[in-house]
């Protein structure tokens, strides 16, 4: 088991530009999160999903999008980046009635310049 | 909503026991999670206490008193390799129990 797998690891955007992290899961977990966490700080909730087809905000989930075509996938889309959006990003998933236990991927560090 | 809080930087011998803190408000919560983090690494699941009472895996234990509102995370024997952020999160009850509910992280050192 590969577990969460998150590419790039590093991307530099200029302002304005837009792209899209990607996230993948081979436990079969129904539940998948976006995080993001910034020096020094706890990890805030951006958008989480509790099965395919089924998407919702988490506490900071203004200029991003999500979808959840399948169960392995979940990626994150940033338009209109800003600087504001520099952090480092993780993806995580969790079992049905165990969202307790979370794991996460390596994590992509993204920089908005 | 939730809150939690945590001390910012414990430093601590190696060998040596260390207790990290956890104090939360919240609305109501299915139990409390802890995470740790190496630098630059991604956070990794320790423990879960559902119910009031010490949870043991090894060298590290978990607390919780809910009619405190407080929780903790015990390391024993203390390694140099855990020196680490360790953080907490509660799993709130009702609408938003799929989420967990960060604190903002206890970076311990370890010292010779």
């Known amino acids: 088991n590969a577990g969460v797998t998150q590419t790039p690891k590093f991307r530099i955007l200029k302002i304005g530009q837009s792209m899209t992290l990607q996230c993948t899961q081979d436990?079969?977990?129904?539940?998948m999160y976006w995080y993001r966490q910034d020096p020094g700080m706890g990890l805030k909730l951006i958008y989480y999903?509790?099965?395919?087809?089924?998407?919702d905000k988490g506490e900071v989930p203004n200029g991003y999008n999500v979808s959840r075509s399948t169960t392995e996938d979940f990626p994150l889309r940033l338009e209109l980046a800003a600087p504001s959006q520099t952090s480092v990003y993780f993806c995580?998933?969790?079992?049905?009635?165990?969202?307790?236990?979370?794991?996460f991927g390596p994590g992509t560090r993204l920089t908005v310049t | 909503g939730q809150s939690l809080e945590q001390p910012s930087e414990v430093t601590a011998v190696e060998g040596a026991i260390v207790q990290i803190n956890c104090t939360y408000q919240?609305?109501?919560?299915?139990?409390l999670s802890w995470y740790q983090q190496h630098d630059g690494g991604a956070p990794t699941f320790l423990s879960y206490?559902?119910?009031?009472g010490l949870e043991e895996t090894g060298r590290f234990s978990s607390f919780l008193s809910r009619s405190d509102s407080y929780g903790y995370l015990l390391l024993q024997e203390l390694q140099m390799k855990d020196s680490a952020s360790y953080f907490c999160?509660?799993?709130?009850?009702?609408?938003?129990?799929?989420?967990?509910?960060f604190g903002k992280g206890t970076k311990l050192s370890v010292i010779p």
């Open positions: 436990m079969n977990h129904n539940y």
């Open positions: 919240t609305s109501g919560f299915y139990g």
């Open positions: 999160a509660v799993r709130p009850s009702g609408a938003g129990s799929y989420q967990l509910t």
């Open positions: 206490n559902a119910l009031d």
């Open positions: 999903s509790v099965g395919a087809g089924i998407t």
């Open positions: 995580a998933s969790g079992s049905q009635g165990a969202s307790y236990e979370q794991y």
